[in-house]
């Protein structure tokens, strides 16, 4: 199936009890599949007049302490920012797709990965984090989706699975896995205040001091999720000459170049990244503490690449190679990238010697 | 025996509202309390409160309420109606919030039919903000941001929503009500009754403008302010029954 197939299949599995979109490609095929399968299973389908729209009929079936999903490409998911940040700032479960194309603007309907930073690094008004995800696999858009609802429930927090164009188009065998994930109870959602206080959900705190101790909340919240949610994925990412850091498709492409590179004597690693927020720091250190060098991929002008280097903090050199507006790194590129890093960290090792 | 003629309902808290002298908000929210009281449906209602004066509105009803972000309270409504269709859901919203920056929202959740009950108090300002023009503001109005008054030719004329609701062949229920005097009242207490009735029997979308005071913003003393919404603004909002049981009623 498609990864936008699969996506919409994991949802359904996970117990989505509702999903609100508005069409944009390339990620067109969840909401045709939300289309024919929810109201056949009595569940709630609705094609959005807006992006905006959707996010805060999301918002809606949240507060009413039900599963609920809405996905867009790029330009939309910028106009779903308002929502993210009150879904934030009120504590509410929610599931959002980004199925990445190029920008900025209206850009183009190709794989991208130039939505990094709004993904991780707020996006919305205010000091909040979602939960970000990121398959490089169709298993792993049904999967992680699954697993988003989860996460979302448990935290009582947007969830972002952070895909691109290519992820969704492409079609790849799947395991559709038995998703036994069932939200928790939710004593704070709306439900009619019967035989109990009324319920309010809000993100207004107006008294004195009552905004600040809600954000240091948020952010022990936060430092929970950044403790126990990062999630990677490693190979061969010890004592390598060098170490590509890639995630989503420029991952899929990685794994492949980095075994090709054995052919002209190279030892490349890989390492990575499945949580993009909480970014995995700590592992990313640890594995380039033993490479020469470490060479990020990306389909961006450097995003990720400024976590990376966060996380290396100067323990090996950095390098990127990144390609923008829907370009796709070719392996042909990455291997001539690797034969180049090649001869310098084989120069730099005789020059030690 | 002494005989209580008048009490608060059940579902207003105690609590002092912060609205200013003369505005308009505290009665409309006495109003609903009123009818969700008499329909017995306290403890299955959900209200929806917009950014804006009535933004702590959840402060004073007794049952559950949610904020919603500038504009989106239908949205919000109808993702929270379409998985709950047993409880009485219904959105509170101002005049810049529900013809401005939530006009596509109001009018796709109309369009829909959506079975909830949309309270809209017009009162032809931004009151939170300072007073600013509305997209109800009456042409030649003096607000902070048309300081010479409202410019018909640059800034448009006022927006007539249930009118502009009338022309969708989906709402059950749109009225408008004026809250000019003790009449005014009691037709927005059965207008709210109709509408809130409809939600409960399942009968689709329900409307009910109120036109309301706001002596601050509209600059006028509170007696003055009533002069003004059974006036000038009942002439430029006629104020009657445009659907009813889901048939257009002519004026």
């Known amino acids: 199936m498609t990864g936008n197939d699969a996506i919409a299949e994991a949802a359904i599995r996970a117990g989505c009890d509702a999903y609100y979109g508005y069409p944009i490609t390339p990620q067109n095929e969840i909401a045709n599949y939300m289309a024919r399968h929810m109201p056949a299973r009595g569940r709630v389908f609705i094609q959005a007049e807006s992006e905006l729209a959707a996010i805060n009929m999301v918002f809606g079936t949240a507060v009413a302490g039900r599963r609920a999903m809405t996905s867009s490409s790029s330009p939309g998911v910028s106009l779903k920012q308002e929502g993210i940040s009150y879904l934030a700032g009120a504590e509410l479960p929610a599931v959002i797709v980004n199925v990445q194309r190029g920008g900025p603007g209206l850009g183009n309907i190709a794989p991208s990965q130039s939505d990094y930073f709004q993904a991780v690094k707020g996006g919305g008004h205010g000091d909040y984090h979602q939960i970000v995800l990121a398959p490089h696999s169709v298993q792993e858009m049904y999967d992680l989706t699954a697993l988003a609802f989860d996460l979302a429930d448990r935290y009582r927090n947007p969830v972002m699975v952070l895909s691109d164009g290519r992820l969704g188009q492409m079609m790849e065998p799947v395991t559709l896995h038995e998703v036994r994930s069932r939200p928790p109870p939710k004593p704070w959602a709306l439900t009619g205040a019967r035989g109990r206080k009324p319920n309010l959900i809000r993100s207004l705190l107006l008294g004195e001091g009552e905004l600040e101790r809600h954000n240091l909340r948020l952010q022990r919240k936060y430092a929970r999720i950044s403790r126990s949610e990062q999630r990677w994925e490693e190979r061969n990412a010890r004592n390598c000459d060098v170490l590509i850091v890639a995630y989503g498709t420029c991952a899929r492409i990685a794994k492949g170049c980095a075994a090709a590179a054995a052919d002209f004597g190279l030892k490349a690693g890989l390492f990575r990244p499945i949580s993009l927020w909480p970014f995995p720091y700590r592992p990313m250190r640890r594995a380039a503490s033993s490479a020469k060098c470490v060479l990020v991929v990306e389909m961006s002008a450097g995003q990720m690449l400024e976590d990376v280097r966060l996380a290396v903090a ?35 090792s005789h020059g030690a010697e | 025996m002494k005989t209580v003629l008048y009490k608060r309902p059940k579902s207003l808290t105690s609590v002092p509202t912060h609205y200013c002298p003369g505005c308009g908000h505290g009665i409309v929210h006495r109003l609903i309390a009123e009818v969700v009281d008499e329909l017995g449906i306290r403890e299955r209602t959900i209200g929806i409160a917009p950014v804006g004066c009535a933004v702590l509105a959840y402060f004073y009803f007794n049952f559950d309420v949610t904020e919603a972000a500038h504009g989106r309270c239908a949205a919000v409504a109808t993702g929270i109606k379409r998985v709950l269709p047993d409880r009485i859901v219904f959105s509170y919203q101002g005049d810049g919030d529900l013809a401005a920056i939530g006009l596509a929202e109001t009018i796709h959740a109309a369009n829909r039919g959506e079975n909830i009950t949309v309270v809209f108090v017009n009162n032809t300002v931004y009151g939170m903000t300072g007073g600013q023009m509305a997209p109800t503001t009456l042409v030649g109005q003096k607000t902070s941001t048309s300081p010479d008054g409202r410019d018909a030719p640059t800034m448009g004329p006022p ?79 006629p104020v009657r029954v445009f659907r009813e049981e889901g048939k257009a009623v002519n004026a």
């Not at chain 1, 923008?324 to 990455?334: K, L």
């Not at chain 2, 249930?162 to 009242?185: F, K, M, Q, W």
């Open chain 2, 159 to 237: 927006l007539r929503m249930c009118e502009l609701l009338n022309t969708l062949p989906s709402p059950y229920h749109i009225e408008r009500v004026a809250l000019d005097g003790p009449a005014g009242v009691r037709k927005a207490r059965n207008a709210l009754m109709k509408a809130f009735r409809a939600q409960l029997e399942n009968k689709g979308y329900s409307f009910v403008e109120i036109l309301a005071s706001c002596p601050t913003h509209q600059r006028l003393s509170p007696a003055q302010a009533l002069k003004f919404v059974g006036g000038e603004m009942a002439a430029q909002f």
């Open chain 1, 314 to 348: 100067g323990m090996a050199p950095v390098f990127f190679l990144g390609r923008m507006g829907g370009g796709v790194p070719e392996e042909g590129e990455v291997l001539r990238r690797l034969r180049a890093l090649a001869k310098t960290t084989r120069r730099r």
